[in-house]
């Protein structure tokens, strides 16, 4: 079981550049989440989904998009990328039976010049 | 989801047990406490969980006050790979609502 992976691990985009962070699981997971950690901070969650087509907005929603077309996959992408988006991102899925707990994966290391 | 509140950071010897501390003053009465980790440049790690009742697994124990107020979480013998952020999330244990809240968390460095 490889459990959450994203890719890529790092980026450095210029500023207006779009990119998408990618996440899979294959836990068969029905909830997956996308969270940014910045400097000193604890971790904010940007959108999360319970289930294939559906998502809804987190804490910091702003400038990011998702979707959730199947189970394993939970791209996040940046539209126009701003230097206020450097940060590290995770992303984590959890099962929906009982107890919920996430699993995350390593996380992906985003610089926006 | 309730608040929590813990010690920005914390020092403990290697060997000793680590006890972190956390204030869930508003809990509710559905609400279980969870505690992850995230060792430096990991992902948050799952530790443990409980509702009312004291828990203990491979990692370790969790201690829950009768009146559910506050909880400890208990390293019985740290290592120097226990260093860590340690975060205390109340919530609910739903089907529908996956969210967690993390806050800030206790820095916690095991000294050698």
């Known amino acids: 079981n490889a459990g959450v992976t994203q890719t890529p691990k790092f980026q450095v985009l210029k500023t207006g550049q779009s990119m998408t962070l990618q996440c899979a699981q294959d836990?068969?997971?029905?909830?997956m989440s996308w969270y940014r950690q910045d400097p000193g901070m604890g971790l904010r969650l940007i959108h999360y989904?319970?289930?294939?087509?559906?998502?809804d907005q987190g804490e910091v929603p702003n400038g990011y998009n998702v979707s959730r077309s199947t189970t394993e996959d939970f791209p996040l992408r940046l539209l126009s990328a701003a230097p206020s988006q450097t940060s590290v991102y995770f992303c984590a899925s959890s099962p929906r039976t009982g107890q919920n707990i996430q699993y995350f994966g390593a996380g992906t290391r985003l610089s926006v010049l | 989801d309730a608040k929590t509140t813990q010690p920005t950071s914390m020092d403990c010897a290697e060997g000793r047990a680590a006890n972190l501390p956390c204030n869930h003053s508003?809990?509710?009465?559905?609400?279980?406490v969870y505690w992850y980790r995230q060792i430096h440049s990991q992902g948050p790690q799952y530790i443990i969980h409980?509702?009312?009742n004291n828990e203990t697994n491979e990692m370790a124990s969790l201690i829950i006050t009768e009146d559910r107020k506050s909880s400890t979480l208990i390293l019985p013998h740290a290592t120097l790979r226990d260093t860590a952020v340690y975060y205390c999330i109340v919530r609910v244990s739903s089907n529908r609502d996956d969210k967690i809240i993390f806050g800030k968390g206790t820095r916690l460095h095991i000294l050698p």
């Open positions: 508003t809990i509710s009465g559905n609400e279980y």
């Open positions: 409980g509702l009312k």
């Open positions: 836990m068969n997971h029905e909830y």
């Open positions: 989904s319970v289930g294939a087509g559906i998502t």
